[in-house]
């Protein structure tokens, strides 16, 4: 397998809180968001996020608005993904995020469900074994020859997926 360069994103889904992280992200989320839906529901008569998307477009703007609340929390990560590790227990970086509301209702806190992708720093993929990627951290010398580093490995798992992928050439440069 021909060594890339490639980015992950990771999507981690909050129905519910295990950690003081999810309890934080979750319940501000909930209340951000009843506040703020109220510009497309001045009325009140419609109760959950999908409803207000399919009633006005512009209500998709809640993902952006809402997640202003929560982006303290996020930052006390030190650009940690707070879910992922490595085969030994490691922390994975990442570069940016995006928080999303998957649903919600505004009479019904329990029916709020959250998500935050991160998007990792680049990575070269050296190959796959089995359900586990061989990584090392990206490393381009200013020649622009791919130089060995150490490696780690990363379970693929459900929320995991390759974002960017950018196989080298045959002389080790970028493609």
């Not at 951000?32 to 207000?52: A, C, H, M, W």
């Not at 990363?154 to 390759?162: D, E, K, R, Y």
Request: proline letters at 3%.
């Amino acid at each position: 397998m021909p060594k890339a360069n490639i980015k992950l994103t990771y999507r981690q889904v909050i129905a519910a809180a295990a950690t003081d992280f999810e309890r934080n992200v979750w319940h501000f989320s909930y209340e951000e968001y009843k506040i703020k839906s109220q510009v497309y529901n001045p009325d009140r008569s419609i109760t959950t996020f999908s409803g207000l998307i399919e009633k006005d477009a512009r209500a998709n703007s809640l993902h952006y608005k809402t997640g202003f609340a929560v982006s303290g929390f996020v930052e006390k990560l030190k650009n940690k993904i707070p879910t992922l590790k490595d085969a030994l227990g490691q922390d994975i970086a990442f570069d940016n995020w995006q928080f999303e509301i998957i649903e919600s209702d505004i009479l019904n806190k329990s029916l709020h469900k959250v998500a935050i992708q991160y998007t990792t720093v680049p990575f070269t993929l050296h190959q796959v074994i089995g359900e586990t990627m061989l990584l090392s951290k990206e490393n381009i010398p200013e020649n622009g020859c791919h130089k060995n580093d150490d490696t780690f490995m990363l379970v693929l798992q459900p929320g995991l997926c390759i974002i960017k992928y950018n196989e080298f050439s045959s002389i080790n440069k970028y493609v």
